[in-house]
């Protein structure tokens, strides 16, 4: 059974910090996506990471993939309060986008 | 502007009623899909759809049911068969995995 673990599952962090999300998956694959929502709302993408050693950063988020780990990071720095909500991640493979439980990150002043 | 429509925002079912969900798109994507949220819970697949007359069971699958006779339209029918249908459900669509999904707005349903 293919598996999508995302640690924490709730991050409580103060303004002007720096952290990081992980997100491991069971299954080979090279193509993994991060995506936020925020309470009631529906999903926002964030980053395509599509290959082994991808990069991508969009103001205070940065993503990495390390497909021989399986392993991916959403790195945050200098925390805002405009950051807090849920982040998910998502692995696809045979068809399908499979996703992690969602880390609910929370940035407190 | 393209997008994802759903509709309705919320819905309310009674017991033993079928209600349908809908979700159009105007992004020329082959693939449809939809997700059931929980409360605190991430993501399960119910159907998706690679291509028009087409669609495959996701993970949970039981006591839901979809067509996909347009390419724009994947409508969603939860059936009295579903025995906890209160959640938030969403539609997705992709051009293709290089780009992930496009997600609609949602719909809230409630059993009353």
């Not at chain 2, 969900?21 to 693939?31: F, G, T």
């Not at chain 2, 609609?104 to 059993?111: A, D, E, K, Y």
């Amino acid at each position: 059974e293919l598996k999508v673990e995302q640690n924490p599952l709730f991050l409580s962090m103060q303004e002007g910090k720096n952290y990081t999300i992980y997100c491991n998956y069971s299954t080979t694959s090279d193509r993994l996506y991060w995506y936020r929502q925020d309470p009631g709302k529906s999903l926002e993408s964030l980053f395509v990471l599509l290959s082994n050693g991808a990069v991508k950063q969009e103001g205070r988020l940065m993503a990495s993939l390390d497909t021989k780990a399986r392993l991916s990071t959403l790195h945050i720095t200098a925390a805002v309060h405009d950051l807090s909500a849920t982040y998910f991640c998502a692995v696809y493979t045979g068809n399908q986008f499979y996703f992690g439980t969602g880390t609910s990150l929370t940035v407190i002043p | 502007d393209g997008g994802i429509t759903q509709s309705p925002k919320y819905l309310f079912r009674k017991e033993g009623q079928n209600v349908t969900l809908s979700c159009e798109q105007n992004l020329n994507h082959d693939a449809m899909y939809w997700y059931r949220q929980d409360p605190g819970q991430g993501l399960r697949l119910i159907y998706y759809s690679q291509i028009v007359n087409d669609f495959q069971k996701g993970d949970i699958a039981e006591g839901y049911s979809v067509s996909r006779e347009k390419k724009e339209s994947f409508p969603l029918t939860v059936t009295s068969a579903q025995k906890n249908p209160t959640a938030f459900y969403l539609c997705a669509s992709s051009f293709g995995t290089d780009y992930g999904y496009t997600f609609g707005s949602g719909t809230r349903l409630t059993v009353v």
